[in-house]
């Protein structure tokens, strides 16, 4: 199961690599996590020009993605989506391996093992 982003996603990170003046073709979308927040996890997103050779490589509507082995486990599936309204604006990462959610969205109980 891949990691996946809305088309909204995609624009929202083809915007941000245009604004900072990097190359969709040398920059990878990192998806991680990391132990922490209200949840257990938090979600970590970066932009890197290196994906490892034991990273999950992926592409979704023309944006390269990259997501360590250990992470994966927990966001195999997951779809990246961006919301841009008048109180709430930002990524928003549908997991379904997430138990529970916290209600920022920015961590999760993993369900994954």
Known sequence: MAIELTERAAQEIKRILAQRDLS???TYLRFGV???GCGG???LLDLTDTGGEHDEHFV???VRL????ESYR???G???????EVVNRGFVFNN???TNSCSCGSSFSPGCD
Request: proline share 3%; charged share 25%; glycine share 10%.
């Open 24 to 26: 969709a073709d040398a």
């Open 34 to 36: 990391k132990g922490g």
């Open 41 to 43: 996890f938090t979600y």
């Open 60 to 62: 979704s509507h023309g």
């Open 66 to 69: 990259v997501c360590d082995a």
């Open 74 to 76: 927990c966001l195999r």
């Open 78 to 84: 997951t779809t990246l989506d961006f919301r841009d």
């Open 96 to 98: 379904p391996n997430a």
